[in-house]
């Protein structure tokens, strides 16, 4: 069981562990005595009259509308009862991360909830709550709209999913012996005004993105391999020569996947886009390494608003709007991480369609067995390019779309969910992109009277034992699928 002690605990690992391993947790007693503490600061401060944002007055442009003290609950509870999504869910996991998060900013105490809260959100991470929260039309100035669609579950509102089925969140908990929780005063603008999504989707589509890197370089590597290309553009020397981290990591991967039967042997310079593969490769992971730097920052930040500071320096105690909620770092990472995986997909195109030209493979043109009686795998590249044309549109910047809302208070939104929703899809075409490529190599490997090196060669049977080769013309949309399902898995790179 992992204890979980303050706010600032979470690094990746105990966040894999809580989130996708489903370890339990539990709250030092300690941490809960601070909660509590920090929220009689708190109502004590709310007793002296001041005004206090979503708690004593309304939202948005009706800040100023003040709610009396006999609606302040109720107001607590329609606060997460709103939400106006649409579309499929967000992953599970995401859901879970977010859960995750919201529990260790509340562990500051810096947004006043009580240790019931608190441990109401461990109990429900605990037992797989798992609320259904949409993907789309959730962009606001902050992550409410989603966040209500999240907690309402807490209350016995909205949707939960149990086993595979959708459920109504009242029947959940009933399955569980619990009663919905009745949010304090604050807890329901406390549930709703942070930016825990941001963080959630951005750790799982790293770590999304990051197999799929790996396996684009793979890819790349067979390639080189199967059209006779030189190694000597690989050596670690030139990666040295550049001086980027991550490029020097590709050069030593594509090394070590050549180990054992490298071509270094001096000749015509092959295609640029087999030659600039650490090149491009390697900057999508030094970028990916710095998202992760980011995420782990997310994971440990406390982005609620307004926020109950004590008093400081110069800075008195009381109640302090926040704009930590405007998760911008993340969007604008997200966006040139769309951008980074176009480019992975531009370069996997351009392999494909160098290895379906024996100008450059030195195999049968179109890797037709018997060219001109059959068109091979042409079609293959021409599915392909549809969907680099999409990517180009899908890694246009979310993050620069600012609109007004609320009447105008609300007027800048950061767009992390569009940013996100769009890298998602880019992803899922990349991971198409690298599976016909894989394809065309299985085809190629068939069709090439020479073995590949070793570790290549271990790889290229994997593919053969997938696929069957393409002795005569057929639709290829199953054995593309087949392989995308291999690459999600990871069985390639075990």
């Not at 009259?49 to 003040?66: I, K, P």
């Not at 790293?206 to 006779?228: P, Q, S």
Request: net charge negative; charged share 20%.
């Amino acid at each position: 069981m992992i204890v979980l002690a303050r706010a600032d605990q979470l690094d990746p690992e105990l966040y894999r562990r809580i989130v996708v391993e489903r370890e339990e947790i539990a709250i030092a007693p300690a941490a809960l005595a601070r909660v509590d503490a920090a929220r009689a600061r708190l109502l004590a401060h709310l007793e002296t009259g001041v005004r206090a944002y979503g708690v004593n007055t309304g939202l948005g442009h009706l800040a100023d509308t003040r709610i009396d003290a006999e609606q302040q609950h109720s107001f607590q509870r329609a606060i997460l009862l709103r939400g106006a999504g649409h579309g499929p869910p967000l992953a599970p996991a995401v859901a879970r991360g977010a859960m995750l998060l919201r529990l260790t900013g509340f562990l500051s105490g810096a947004a006043g909830v009580s240790s019931e809260l608190c441990a109401f959100l461990a109990a429900r991470l605990n037992d797989g709550w798992s609320p259904v929260v949409p993907s789309r039309a959730i962009t606001s100035a902050g992550e409410v709209i989603a966040l209500s669609h999240l907690f309402q579950t807490l209350i016995g509102a909205g949707l939960v999913e149990e086993e595979g089925e959708r459920i109504g969140a009242a029947e959940g908990l009933a399955r569980r012996g619990v009663a919905p929780y009745v949010p304090g005063v604050k807890e329901g603008i406390a549930l709703v005004n942070g930016a825990p999504l941001a963080p959630a989707l951005t750790a799982w589509l790293t770590a999304r993105a990051h197999a799929l890197l790996e396996h684009a370089t793979l890819a790349g590597a067979l390639t080189a391999a199967l059209t006779g290309a030189s190694l000597r553009p690989y050596a670690r020397r030139i990666g040295t020569l550049k001086g980027d981290p991550g490029q020097l990591q590709v050069h030593t991967a594509l090394l070590e996947l050549h180990a054992g039967a490298g071509d270094w042997g001096d000749r015509i310079q092959s295609p640029v886009s087999l030659r600039v593969l650490p090149q491009v490769h390697g900057a999508v992971l030094d970028l990916l390494e710095h998202i992760e730097a980011q995420v782990v920052r997310e994971l440990r930040a406390v982005t609620d608003s307004p926020l109950y500071l004590d008093a400081e320096g110069d800075e008195p105690a009381g109640l302090y709007p926040s704009g930590n909620f405007h998760a911008q770092a993340l969007s604008l990472q997200l966006d040139a991480l769309a951008i980074a995986f176009a480019q992975v997909g531009n370069l996997a195109e351009k392999r494909l369609h160098r290895l379906l030209d024996h100008r450059f493979s030195g195999l049968p043109a179109q890797l037709a067995p018997d060219p001109g009686r059959q068109t091979g795998l042409i079609f293959l590249h021409k599915s392909m390019i549809a969907l680099v044309a999409e990517n180009r549109q899908l890694a246009s910047p979310a993050s620069v779309h600012p609109l007004d809302t609320s009447a105008g208070q609300e007027d800048f939104q950061a767009f992390a969910f569009l940013a996100a929703e769009q890298l998602e899809r880019l992803l899922d075409n990349v991971e198409l992109i690298v599976a016909a490529e894989l394809l065309a190599i299985r085809q190629g490997r068939e069709l090439a009277a020479s073995p590949l090196p070793p570790r290549l060669e271990a790889i290229a049977g994997r593919l053969a034992d997938a696929v069957e080769p393409v002795r005569e013309d057929r639709s290829l949309s199953d054995d593309v699928e087949r392989l995308r399902a291999i690459v999600r898995s990871g069985a390639l790179l075990a």
